[in-house]
């Protein structure tokens, strides 16, 4: 009894505060015990990294507690949205393991709330207002003093009904006038001094076509919604915690009875470092050619870190690690990367590939022979057993790996010093050759026969371990390196340069005589391995058969774990 109790216990401590809100309305019977989420995104972009967050917390509160979470796509603005991005929104939330209860859209609405909005005219509730939006804006007042009443704001409802009636129909053009909800414009809320509802959009709607030239704003359609479709639990980032008030005002004007109410909770958006996450500066990058696309792997996209090889577990356990409260920060996105990193870590299937090649020529190896080494797939998981690879005379390594004039340090191949090759044997460096420009292009060594595992001399220890592939039997393939692709830590705070200028020149840098191990001959786009000594990697879409390319996700050192001892 005592051990279920610390369990309830433990597990209590380790709900975040919306759940603890979910658990407490439960407890007192709200909503008649019943749990709904949504996730409502607009398609005008692809989702980000932010998203995933809000995305984890209304899909995971639906599931924890035998709820439903639904999809509604919020396209009140026919101008930016398009159904490109509604396949997309729904593709990524499949590949980060979510399923929805039903799929709606704001637009399903529509009639209702306009309808919704005449009853608000017939009441007294709202009236057209002829100015532009820069005037309304201008007699909004300040958080200290109050606002100025507009002088359409004691228009008779019957001439209010007829001109709303008569924008939908088309007459006027855009911006000639709007819907305003008649509240309080001396309100310390800013967003009740008589806020837009409705405006004039004359452009197709991807659903609807051309049945409407009045749409509703996010802040009218967004909480009725919610009551339309029953949500019980609506869940926004903080930049809508002082929208609340206005939700709750126009759901006391629409709700029927006190049986059923939605409740908005807020939450910490996911901020980045090294990221910018803006969709407008997103779909700039794009537009302006900076990024090859939405997925492109540089991007903060859902669909970007796929191609990257970010796996869903990890972006889930690195949502979990991070949390949520009710203050705003920014997180590193060392991790981020330690999330991939870990999780690669125990799945990724262990491969040789050399990306910078130079030729080693083992001098005292027979020439003609090759032997067939083992290769561990991944010793994580041992159930994975192994694969073989060929051992002969001439070999690729590093570049990196042989240096001339060595300092103290240097524990790779330097002249007189032995190394062990990966899986193979031990090898003393005799020399080098150079070109006529005095760079090195190949590289001699003498390997010592008795140092392969299982024979006497397979013990001797030394300093350095090297991988390889052979000459002969390796293929090639095309490797690109990713890095951040902003150089401020926090890009979107820099305002004295343009997005060009944010931009990190390094961020990729393409590797096209690489050479891989046969293994990798039918890697499939998607499939994940460590390219051991280098990094974790990811066939991209490019792919071919007879032209594989790589993608690099992260690199094998753990920059978060160093950081944090």
């Given at each position: 009894?005592?051990?279920?109790?610390?369990?309830?216990?433990e597990?209590?401590?380790?709900?975040?505060?919306?759940?603890?809100?979910?658990?407490?309305?439960?407890?007192?019977?709200?909503?008649?015990?019943?749990?709904?989420?949504?996730?409502?995104?607009?398609?005008?972009?692809y989702?980000?990294?932010?998203?995933?967050?809000?995305?984890?917390?209304?899909?995971?509160?639906?599931?924890?507690?035998?709820?439903?979470?639904?999809?509604?796509?919020?396209?009140?603005?026919?101008?930016?949205?398009?159904?490109?991005?509604?396949?997309?929104?729904?593709?990524?939330?499949?590949?980060?393991?979510?399923?929805?209860?039903?799929?709606?859209?704001?637009?399903?609405?529509?009639?209702?709330?306009?309808?919704?909005?005449?009853?608000?005219?017939?009441?007294?509730?709202?009236?057209?207002?002829?100015?532009?939006?820069e005037?309304?804006?201008?007699?909004?007042?300040?958080?200290?003093?109050?606002?100025?009443?507009?002088?359409?704001?004691?228009?008779?409802?019957?001439?209010s009904?007829?001109?709303?009636?008569?924008?939908?129909?088309?007459?006027?053009?855009?911006?000639?006038?709007?819907?305003?909800?008649?509240?309080?414009?001396?309100?310390?809320?800013?967003?009740?001094?008589?806020?837009?509802?409705?405006?004039?959009?004359?452009?197709?709607?991807?659903?609807?076509?051309?049945?409407?030239?009045?749409?509703?704003?996010?802040?009218?359609?967004?909480?009725?919604?919610?009551?339309?479709?029953?949500?019980?639990?609506?869940?926004?980032?903080?930049?809508?915690?002082?929208?609340?008030?206005?939700?709750?005002?126009?759901?006391?004007?629409l709700?029927?009875?006190?049986?059923?109410?939605?409740?908005?909770?807020?939450?910490?958006?996911?901020?980045?470092?090294?990221?910018?996450?803006s969709?407008?500066?997103?779909?700039?990058?794009?537009?302006?050619?900076?990024?090859?696309?939405?997925?492109?792997?540089?991007?903060?996209?859902?669909?970007?870190?796929?191609?990257?090889?970010?796996?869903?577990?990890?972006?889930?356990?690195?949502?979990?690690?991070?949390?949520?409260?009710?203050?705003?920060?920014?997180?590193?996105?060392?991790?981020?990367?330690?999330?991939?990193r870990?999780?690669?870590?125990?799945?990724?299937?262990?491969?040789?590939?050399?990306?910078?090649?130079?030729?080693?020529?083992?001098?005292?190896?027979?020439?003609?022979?090759?032997?067939?080494?083992?290769?561990?797939?991944?010793?994580?998981?041992?159930?994975?057993?192994s694969?073989?690879?060929?051992?002969?005379?001439?070999?690729?390594?590093?570049?990196?790996?042989?240096?001339?004039?060595?300092?103290k340090?240097?524990?790779?191949?330097?002249?007189?010093?032995?190394?062990?090759?990966?899986s193979?044997?031990?090898?003393?460096?005799t020399?080098?050759?150079?070109?006529?420009?005095?760079?090195?292009?190949?590289?001699?060594?003498?390997?010592?026969?008795?140092?392969?595992?299982?024979?006497?001399?397979?013990?001797?220890?030394?300093?350095?371990?090297?991988?390889w592939?052979?000459?002969?039997?390796?293929?090639?393939?095309?490797?690109r390196?990713?890095?951040?692709?902003?150089?401020?830590?926090n890009?979107?705070?820099?305002?004295?340069?343009?997005?060009?200028?944010?931009?990190?020149?390094?961020?990729?840098?393409?590797?096209?005589?690489?050479?891989?191990?046969?293994?990798?001959?039918?890697?499939?786009?998607?499939?994940?391995?460590?390219f051991?000594?280098?990094?974790?990697?990811?066939?991209?879409?490019?792919?071919?058969?007879d032209?594989?390319?790589?993608?690099?996700?992260?690199?094998?050192?753990?920059?978060?774990?160093?950081?944090?001892?």
């Open positions: 009894m005592n051990e279920e109790l610390d369990n309830a216990i597990n209590k401590k380790s709900l975040n505060f919306v759940e603890q809100a979910v658990e407490k309305d439960l407890s007192e019977g709200k909503n008649n015990g019943r749990i709904q989420t949504r996730f409502p995104p607009e398609p005008n972009g989702l980000h990294i932010g998203h995933a967050k809000a995305i984890c917390l209304d899909f995971g509160i639906a599931e924890r507690y035998n709820g439903v979470c639904n999809l509604r796509f919020d396209d009140t603005n026919p101008v930016k949205e398009d159904v490109e991005y509604v396949d997309a929104i729904r593709n990524d939330i499949e590949w980060l393991g979510f399923h929805w209860g039903n799929i709606y859209y704001a637009s399903d609405y529509f009639d209702k709330l306009y309808a919704f909005a005449v009853r608000l005219i017939r009441e007294g509730h709202a009236y057209i207002d002829e100015q532009s939006a005037t309304i804006a201008s007699q909004k007042g300040t958080p200290t003093t109050p606002g100025t009443d507009s002088p359409f704001r004691s228009r008779p409802a019957e001439e009904l007829d001109l709303f009636r008569r924008m939908n129909e088309g007459e006027f053009e855009e911006g000639a006038m709007t819907l305003r909800a008649k509240i309080d414009m001396a309100s310390s809320n800013m967003h009740f001094r008589d806020p837009i509802i409705y405006r004039i959009i004359k452009h197709p709607h991807h659903r609807t076509g051309n049945k409407w030239n009045v749409y509703p704003m996010y802040d009218f359609a967004h909480g009725q919604s919610d009551y339309f479709e029953g949500v019980t639990h609506s869940i926004c980032t903080l930049e809508f915690e002082v929208h609340r008030p206005l939700y709750d005002y126009f759901i006391d004007l709700k029927e009875s006190d049986d059923y109410r939605p409740r908005q909770i807020e939450f910490n958006r996911l901020n980045l470092t090294y990221t910018m996450m969709k407008r500066k997103l779909l700039q990058l794009v537009k302006e050619g900076f990024v090859s696309g939405w997925d492109d792997p540089r991007m903060p996209t859902i669909c970007g870190y796929r191609r990257r090889g970010y796996t869903p577990q990890s972006i889930r356990n690195f949502i979990d690690k991070i949390g949520y409260t009710k203050y705003d920060g920014i997180i590193d996105v060392a991790l981020l990367e330690h999330a991939v870990e999780d690669l870590n125990a799945h990724a299937t262990r491969v040789s590939a050399v990306i910078n090649p130079i030729k080693l020529i083992i001098t005292n190896y027979p020439e003609g022979k090759t032997e067939e080494m083992t290769a561990v797939n991944n010793p994580e998981q041992p159930e994975e057993g694969h073989t690879i060929t051992f002969s005379r001439e070999l690729y390594i590093e570049q990196d790996d042989f240096m001339e004039d060595a300092p340090k240097y524990f790779r191949m330097t002249p007189g010093q032995e190394v062990r090759l990966k193979a044997y031990i090898i003393k460096c020399g080098c050759k150079k070109d006529e420009n005095g760079k090195v292009v190949e590289v001699y060594a003498e390997y010592d026969d008795q140092t392969l595992s299982g024979m006497p001399e397979s013990n001797r220890k030394v300093k350095g371990t090297i991988h592939v052979s000459t002969q039997h390796s293929i090639p393939a095309e490797v390196l990713y890095d951040r692709l902003f150089m401020d830590e890009p979107s705070e820099v305002k004295d340069k343009s997005l060009e200028e944010l931009l990190n020149p390094d961020s990729l840098q393409v590797l096209t005589h690489c050479r891989v191990e046969p293994f990798l001959a039918n890697a499939q786009t998607g499939d994940h391995f460590q051991q000594r280098i990094g974790y990697f990811t066939v991209d879409p490019d792919s071919k058969p032209n594989l390319v790589f993608n690099r996700t992260v690199s094998l050192k753990d920059a978060w774990k160093k950081a944090n001892k």
